[in-house]
């Protein structure tokens, strides 16, 4: 039942891991970041500062080390890889923080958690979802 939405955390993932090898290989300033997530923003947020499509197309193209890289990518890959935010990332954001979750789906999570994890996960859940 969860397949469909784990596939799009893992596909957010894959990309947080494509950004961040970009952020290694061209950023100077990412050297010393071993964090995937971390990488990702700093090329999100570099990619950001260079303008539209086109000047971050042209960055990727022209950085000496990933030239031999995006010279293979096609534009829907070099879009993706390029944009601060994404359908595919945001799909993956909306399947990792639902903004909606049902009791029932709570109830679930609860009784497939370990025997010793079920009172306080109730706890949690209870504060959580209490109502204001």
């Known amino acids: 039942a969860d397949t469909p939405r784990m596939d799009k955390i893992r596909i957010r993932e894959i990309l947080n891991r494509a950004q961040a090898r970009f952020a290694r290989l061209a950023l100077p300033s990412a050297a010393n970041e071993t964090s995937i997530t971390a990488l990702s923003i700093i090329w999100r947020r570099h ?64 009784s497939r958690a370990e025997t010793s994890q079920q009172s306080l996960l109730r706890e949690l859940v209870s504060v959580a979802f209490a109502e204001e």
Not at 49 to 60: A, C, K, M, W
Not at 83 to 98: I, K, T, V, W
Request: glycine share 8%; proline share 3%; hydrophobic share 40%.
């Open 47 to 110: 990619m950001e500062s260079l303008g539209g499509s086109e000047q971050r197309f042209d960055f990727i193209k022209s950085s000496a080390p990933l030239t031999g890289l995006s010279l293979t990518m096609s534009d829907d890959f070099l879009r993706e890889i390029s944009a601060h935010s994404s359908a595919l990332r945001y799909a993956g954001d909306q399947a990792a923080h639902p903004g909606a979750v049902s009791s029932t789906s709570l109830d679930a999570l609860v």
